[in-house]
């Protein structure tokens, strides 16, 4: 749990410099990609059943963005 909290933190730590450094949230779209990037490189590291279960999140994501984008919440 406590490794969780730490990478809250730390996310919570880059939006905030995110918003720093553009207020404007479309300016953040790049920033976003660069992570999903990045993400999907660590993913693929450990072999194919990985970059799998990596489509199933990037599908998942996008249903939750659906979602938000309809009904205003997570």
Request: hydrophobic share 40%; no cysteine; glycine share 6%.
């Amino acid at each position: 749990m406590v490794r969780e909290d730490d990478l809250r933190e730390t996310l919570d730590q880059a939006a905030n410099q995110m918003a720093e450094v553009q207020s404007n949230p479309r300016a953040w779209l790049s920033w976003m990609i660069y992570l999903l990037e990045r993400l999907e490189g660590e993913a693929t590291k450990a072999g194919a059943a990985d970059k799998d279960s990596f489509m199933e999140m990037l599908s998942a994501l996008q249903d939750a963005i659906r979602n938000r984008t309809r009904t205003g919440g997570w």
